[in-house]
Every structure is written in structure tokens, then in C-alpha cells.
């Protein structure tokens, strides 16, 4: 089936230690997104890619940077995560010009920060 | 600018009973979708139910039906006969139309179901 699949599941890193969070879709979507979602709130969109140009939100910390190397893969790199960054962090991809298709979501990389 | 409002934090049904979350939306555009989302404490996002602003008639999908009530910018989730695992947070979203690339979500209502 085509899917959305992030690696890892769960992610521990330590306070000021670079970390990289990946996606990878088969569904040759031309749009990745990266949501961060904290306890019991609606996902934040930090920044979404349409094929290789780069969008990012006006209030995204500039801790946070992203790769988009190809079509299929995406990555989130925060280079020094703070406390207040541990959350779940969300891929999607869409089909731009689709606007009636739902999102597809990956099953998100739970971060922790020691 | 656009915006999503959910505001039930939280509701509890009986098992096998129907329960609505409410959704109100603001938007200057007049081509939108509107979506809704089903998040387990597991954490993945599981899309329900979508409606276009220019489809004339409510979205179903099995258990869910969406009550679109245009002019008030409404588009509620009626779920049906309840289940236990319905168990989770639901989340209203729109996407701009034209092919835009942004969903703003709600802040989400979780549903508990009773058994």
C-alpha cells in the first residue's frame, strides 16, 4: 500500500544535541509537510516543501531546517533542541492542485529531550 | 485570515449512541475543503470525512456524516451508533482551495466513549 513512514517511532536526544527526524512517501506526492503537535494541541505547521521549493512558517524557530533530497524523502533536522521542543512530530504529504484529497500523514516521531 | 474553531475540549457519549463535534470556520475564500481527523493516543492522524464548499450535499462515510450548514460556516461530525475505540481526539481542518497547500487545524475536541 502507498504510505507515508517516518523513522524513528520514538527519538531521544540530549539537550543541545543535533538531531534529524525522517519521512519517506510512495505515494509520488509533489507536497511534504512537517508539523510539530504538542500534548492535547492541534499539529503547528512548521514547513512544507513543494517539490524542491522550500516554504517555511514565519514563526518556525531557526533551530528548526529541512531537506527535501528527492521526491520520496523528507527530513527534519533541529540542530539544537531545546526542552521545549519534545513532541510529536508529523509528516504529510498532498497532491498540489488536488485540494479536495485529505492529507496523508505518517504515524509521527515522538521526541523526547533529556 | 482563515481560522478553525472547535469548541468542545472535551465529550463524553454512551457506547451505541450518536455524539456531534462542533466545528465553526472563517474564511474569506469561496473554494475551501474541509476535513476532519481522527487522532488515537497511538498519535497517527486518520482522515475521516472531506466537503468541498461547492458540494451541494453532506458528506457521509459509514459511521460519519458531516452536517455542512454553509451560511453559518458549520460543518459539524455527527458520529453514529458509538463505539469504544471512536475513543480519541478529533480535529476539524480546511484547506484553501485552487490547489493551496495549507491545512490549519482546530484545537480539537476528544471524545470519550462510555461503555
Known amino acids: 500500500d502507498a504510505m507515508v513512514i517516518q523513522n524513528p517511532r520514538y527519538q531521544v536526544t540530549q539537550f543541545g544535541k543535533p538531531v534529524t527526524l525522517s519521512c519517506s512517501q510512495t505515494l509520488n506526492h509533489n507536497v511534504m509537510y512537517w508539523y510539530q503537535q504538542k500534548s492535547s494541541q492541534a499539529p503547528k505547521l512548521l514547513f512544507h516543501?513543494?517539490?524542491?521549493?522550500?516554504?517555511n512558517e514565519a514563526d518556525t524557530p531557526d533551530n528548526f531546517q529541512s531537506r527535501r533530497p528527492n521526491t520520496s524523502f523528507c527530513f527534519l533536522d533541529i540542530r539544537s533542541p531545546g526542552l521545549g521542543d519534545a513532541a510529536m512530530y508529523l509528516c504529510a504529504t498532498s497532491s498540489w492542485g488536488n485540494s479536495n484529497q485529505p492529507q496523508h500523514f505518517g504515524d509521527g516521531t515522538r521526541l523526547s529531550i533529556l | 485570515a482563515q481560522k478553525i474553531t472547535q469548541t468542545q475540549p472535551g465529550m463524553f457519549v454512551q457506547e451505541k449512541e450518536a455524539v456531534t463535534l462542533d466545528c465553526t470556520y472563517d474564511?474569506?475564500?469561496?473554494?475551501?475543503?474541509l476535513f476532519w481527523y481522527k487522532q488515537p493516543s497511538s498519535g497517527e492522524m486518520i482522515f475521516l470525512i472531506y466537503q468541498g464548499s461547492y458540494d451541494e450535499q453532506n458528506a457521509t462515510e459509514g459511521r460519519y456524516s458531516l452536517n455542512f450548514q454553509k451560511a453559518r460556516k458549520s460543518a459539524n461530525l455527527v458520529i453514529s451508533a458509538s463505539q469504544l475505540g471512536d475513543s480519541a481526539m478529533y480535529f476539524c481542518?480546511?484547506?484553501?482551495?485552487?490547489?493551496?497547500?495549507?491545512?490549519?487545524f482546530g484545537a480539537g475536541t476528544r471524545l470519550f466513549v462510555k461503555a
Open positions: 474564511t474569506s475564500d469561496q473554494s475551501y475543503g
Open positions: 516543501y513543494y517539490d524542491k521549493d522550500f516554504n
Open positions: 481542518a480546511m484547506r484553501e482551495g485552487g490547489g493551496g497547500f495549507k491545512t490549519i
